[in-house]
C-alpha cells in the first residue's frame, strides 16, 4: 500500500525515528522501519517524490512543530525529527535534481573566529536540515578569509554565522566588509545569531536577518527564501 | 508522571543510637510515669490487657515487653483505598505520600486578600481541586463546615469527600453518632459492610491529648473506629515548651509515648485493626504560646517521628508542607517546602496537611493547593533521588560526544529528560520578555487561574444510584 509507507514516513518524523533501531517518542518502536529504510521503500516502490518530501518529510515536521509549541516536544524531540529529514532528503538528494524538483539551497555556517562556542550553531545546522536545506558546516573558531574563500567557492544561497562573546561578534562585521571587498557580498544571504546578538546589531553590520533561537532562524532563512524567488 | 510511595529515607535526622534512646526514655515513661485515660471503656480495655490501671487517677501504667506485644499486633503496613483503585495508597516501610489535612475554620482568598468562614461548599470544591492535582494522593477533609451543627458536621464531611473525589478520604471526627453514620454511609459506597472492610475508602483520626492523656471523647471515640475496623490515625500534637519539653528530643518522647499509647487501645479493642501512629508535633511561639505551623523545628519533629515509626514498624501520619503566613508570599513558599521535604526525604509514609494550609492551619487557600501540588511535585521528585547505572552514567554517550560536543541532540537525552527531571505545571521558566508579554503573573495569580480552570472541569460525582441510597438511609445529609 503506497500510501501507507508515506504515512508511515510522516508518523516516523514525527516521532523522529531516523533508523529501525530509533526508539522513538512512543513505547514499542525499536526494530520497526524508520525514515531511512521507509524512504528507500517508497523509492523502491517508485512512489513520487513530491509525495515523500512534501506530505511524509514536511507534514511530519508541521506536526513537530506545533507539538513543540504546545510545550509537549521538547528541543531534544524536536532534533531527533529534523535530524530523520535531514537524513531522508541526503537519500533523496540525486533523485530531486533529475526529477526537476527545486532544492531549497545551500547554506554554509560558522561560528566566527576565537569563538568556541558551537551548540546554538550546531543545533540551527540540524533545524534548517530539518527544514530541507543543505547545509555545510564549517565548524567554530573559523578564519574570516576560510568563510570568505568557502562562499566563493561553494556559492551558496546563504551564509549563517554565529558568535556567543561580545568580543567576538565584531568578526561578523569583518566577514560581511570581506566579502564586500571580494566583490561576493550581492550573492549571498547572510544571517546571524548567538547570545548577545540582536536584532540591531544585525542592521548595524548589514546583515540580512537575525534569529533569536534556532526556530527563527530558520523562519529568517525561509523568508529570504521566499524573497528571493519573488 | 506521578511519583507516589517511592522510599524515602535518604535523610536521617536520628543516628539509630538516637532512635535507641528515644525509644528507652518513652518506655520509661510509660512505664513509671503512666498515661491518663479518661474514658472508662478505654480504661477498662487496658486493665483488661494487662496494664497497671488506677482508676481513681485514671491512670495507665504498662511495661516494656507489654508495650511490644501490644505494639506487634498492629499491621506494619496498610492500604488506604480510593473509590478508584489507582488512587490506592499503601503505608508503611519508607513509602512516601503526601495528601491535604485540617481542619481549618476559614477560607483566605488572595485575590480579596481576606478571609472568610469556611461551609460546605468549600469541602466540595475543594475535593474536587484536589482530585485534580496529581501529586496530592490522598484527600483529608480540610474545613468544617461552620454553617451545620455540630451532630451533623461528621457525616456531612465525608460525604463531601466521597462525592467529589475518587481518591481516599480521610477525616477527624466529632461525635460517637456522626462516626457510626460515616461507616453506614461508606458501606453504602463501598458496596457492603464487608467491601469497605476489604477496601477501606474511608479512614478517621482520633488525637490522643499531649501530653499523656487521652481523654474522654476522643479515647470512646478511638475505641468505636477500632471496633469498627475503620482504619485510624491517633497522632499527638506535642508543642515545644507548652505541652512537651522545649527541646526536640523531649517533644519527640512525648509525641512517642503519645501516640503509641493510641496504637496499643486499638489493638486491645480490635487486634489486627490498620492503625496508623502520628504526629502533628511541632514548636510553640513562647512570646504568645501560639502554635506553629511552619517553623523548621516541625520539619525536624516530623522527620525524626517517621524514624519512630519505621524502628516500630508502623505506619505513619506525619505534619509538613503548611506556613504561618497569611498570604501567599515567599514565607508561604519556602515554610511549605521545607517542611514537607524534610518529611518526604526520612520517609514518611502520610505526610498530611502539606496542601493548602496556612495561618497555624487555621486557613486554608484554593490557590495554595495548586502551588502546593507543584511544590509536593518537586518533593517527590527530590524522594526518587538519584539512579546510578551504565545507562545514567552514560559513559558510552561522553565518550561519544567527546570534548567541547552537546548532548541536546543525543537520543540518551530523550529518553531520560522527562523521567529524569520533574516538569513543571505551575512555576515560571519564562524569558522576561515573555514572562512580561504573558502579563508579569506571580505564582499565586498563575494558581488562581488554574484554580479556575480545574473547578470548571470538576467534577467526580457518586453514581445516581448510590446517591439516592446515601440519602434514604442517611439523616441530614445536605445536598
Same mark, same amino acid.
Given at each position: ?28 518502536? %525499536?526494530?520497526?522501519?524508520? %525514515? ?6 517508497? &523509492? ?67 561560528? %566566527? ?110 523568508? &529570504? ?6 | 508522571?506521578? #511519583?507516589?510511595?517511592?522510599?524515602? /529515607?535518604?535523610? @536521617? ?78 503505608? /508503611? ?5 503526601? $495528601? ?10 488572595? *485575590? ?58 480521610? =477525616? $477527624?471526627?466529632? *461525635? ?85 499509647? =493510641? ?26 504560646? #501560639? ?28 505534619? $509538613? ?41 487555621? *486557613? ?22 538519584? @539512579? ?30 522527562? $523521567? ?20 508579569? @503573573? ?9 484554580? @479556575? ?27
Amino acid at each position: 500500500m503506497p500510501e501507507d509507507i508515506i504515512g508511515l514516513i510522516r508518523e516516523n518524523v514525527i516521532q523522529g525515528r531516523i533508523t529501525k533501531d530509533d526508539e522513538g517518542m512512543d513505547e514499542g518502536m %525499536v526494530g520497526k522501519p524508520g %525514515v531511512t529504510e521507509l524512504v528507500e521503500q517508497a &523509492l523502491a516502490s517508485d512512489l513520487p517524490i513530491q509525495d515523500i518530501v512534501t506530505k511524509g518529510l514536511s507534514g511530519g515536521m508541521e506536526v513537530v512543530g506545533q507539538k513543540f509549541e504546545a510545550g509537549e516536544y521538547f528541543i531534544p524531540d524536536m532534533l531527533a525529527s529534523a535530524e530523520a529529514v535531514g537524513v531522508a532528503m541526503e537519500i533523496l538528494q540525486p533523485r530531486l535534481a533529475r526529477s526537476g524538483i527545486k532544492t531549497k539551497g545551500t547554506i554554509i555556517v560558522a561560528t %566566527v573566529k576565537d569563538d568556541l562556542h558551537d551548540i546554538g550553531k550546531n543545533i540551527v545546522s540540524i533545524l534548517l536540515r530539518g527544514a530541507g536545506y543543505a547545509v555545510k558546516d564549517l565548524g567554530h573558531n573559523i578564519d574570516t578569509q576560510v568563510i570568505v574563500d568557502a562562499v566563493r567557492e561553494e556559492r551558496p544561497q546563504f551564509l549563517g554565522l554565529s558568535a556567543l562573546l561580545t568580543s567576538t561578534m565584531a568578526r561578523m562585521a569583518d566577514v560581511i566588509q570581506i566579502l564586500e571587498e571580494n566583490g561576493l557580498r550581492d550573492q549571498v544571504k547572510i544571517i546571524v545569531g548567538g547570545a548577545p546578538v540582536s536584532e540591531e546589531f544585525a542592521k548595524s553590520i548589514g546583515a540580512d536577518g537575525y534569529g533569536a533561537d534556532g526556530f527563527q532562524a530558520v523562519a529568517v532563512v525561509e523568508a &529570504l527564501a521566499s524573497g528571493t524567488e519573488n | 508522571m506521578t #511519583r507516589k510511595g517511592l522510599d524515602g /529515607g535518604s535523610f @536521617k535526622v536520628l543516628t539509630e543510637e538516637s532512635i535507641s534512646k528515644v525509644h528507652r526514655t518513652a518506655m520509661q515513661v510509660i512505664e513509671e510515669v503512666g498515661f491518663e485515660v479518661q474514658s472508662d471503656t478505654a480504661l477498662e480495655l487496658f486493665a483488661g490487657a494487662g496494664a497497671i490501671v488506677d482508676r481513681e487517677k485514671h491512670l495507665v501504667r504498662l511495661n516494656e515487653s507489654k508495650v511490644k506485644e501490644l505494639v506487634d499486633v498492629a499491621p506494619s503496613e496498610i492500604r488506604l483505598c480510593g473509590q478508584d483503585e489507582a488512587h490506592d495508597v499503601i503505608l /508503611g516501610g519508607r513509602r512516601v505520600y503526601a $495528601g491535604t489535612g485540617g481542619t481549618a475554620l476559614y477560607v483566605y482568598n488572595p *485575590t480579596a486578600n481576606q478571609t472568610r468562614l469556611a461551609s460546605m461548599e468549600d469541602l466540595r470544591c475543594i475535593a474536587g481541586l484536589v482530585d485534580k492535582l496529581d501529586n496530592i494522593h490522598l484527600f483529608m477533609l480540610p474545613t468544617y463546615p461552620n454553617e451545620l451543627p455540630v451532630e451533623q458536621v461528621d457525616v456531612n464531611r465525608f460525604f463531601a469527600g466521597l462525592d467529589n473525589t475518587t481518591k481516599h478520604v480521610m =477525616g $477527624g471526627v466529632y *461525635t460517637l453518632e456522626g462516626v457510626k453514620n460515616v461507616i453506614r454511609m461508606a458501606e453504602i459506597v463501598a458496596g457492603s459492610a464487608q467491601a469497605l472492610r476489604q477496601r477501606p475508602l474511608i479512614s478517621m483520626i482520633a488525637c490522643i491529648i499531649s501530653p499523656l492523656r487521652i481523654d474522654k471523647t476522643y479515647g470512646d471515640l478511638l475505641v468505636t473506629i477500632a471496633r469498627n475496623g475503620i482504619p485510624v490515625a491517633c497522632p499527638a500534637e506535642p508543642l515545644c515548651g507548652a505541652t512537651s519539653p522545649v527541646t526536640l528530643a523531649g517533644n519527640l518522647v512525648v509525641q512517642t509515648v503519645d501516640s503509641l499509647m =493510641g496504637v496499643m487501645l486499638t489493638q486491645i479493642t480490635n487486634p489486627g485493626t490498620p492503625v496508623i501512629l502520628g504526629s502533628v508535633a511541632t514548636s510553640t511561639d513562647l512570646r504568645n504560646l #501560639r502554635y506553629l505551623a511552619g517553623s523548621i523545628e516541625m520539619g525536624l519533629l516530623n522527620a525524626a517521628g517517621a524514624q519512630m515509626a519505621q524502628f516500630y514498624q508502623l505506619p505513619f501520619y506525619a505534619t $509538613g508542607g503548611m506556613t504561618d503566613s497569611k498570604t501567599l508570599d515567599a514565607q508561604s513558599g519556602y515554610e511549605s517546602a521545607l517542611t514537607a521535604l524534610l518529611c518526604a526525604l526520612s520517609g514518611a509514609n502520610f505526610i498530611h496537611d502539606a496542601a493548602g494550609l496556612m495561618e497555624f492551619a487555621m *486557613t486554608v487557600c484554593y490557590e495554595k493547593y495548586v502551588i502546593d501540588n507543584e511544590m509536593l511535585g518537586m518533593v517527590m521528585r527530590a524522594v526518587d533521588g538519584i @539512579k546510578v547505572d551504565d545507562d545514567t552514567l552514560a559513559f558510552d554517550l561522553i565518550k561519544q560526544v567527546g570534548p567541547g560536543g552537546n548532548f541536546v541532540a543525543a537520543r540518551h537525552t530523550r529518553r531520560f529528560m522527562r $523521567g529524569e527531571h520533574y516538569q513543571p505545571t505551575l512555576s515560571d521558566r519564562d524569558s522576561r520578555e515573555d514572562w512580561e508579554a504573558g502579563g508579569r @503573573k506571580t505564582t499565586w495569580e498563575r494558581a488562581a487561574e488554574k484554580v @479556575k480552570e480545574l473547578l470548571a472541569n470538576r467534577r467526580y460525582s457518586l453514581p445516581d444510584a448510590t446517591r439516592q441510597q446515601v440519602f434514604a438511609e442517611i439523616e441530614d445529609i445536605v445536598d
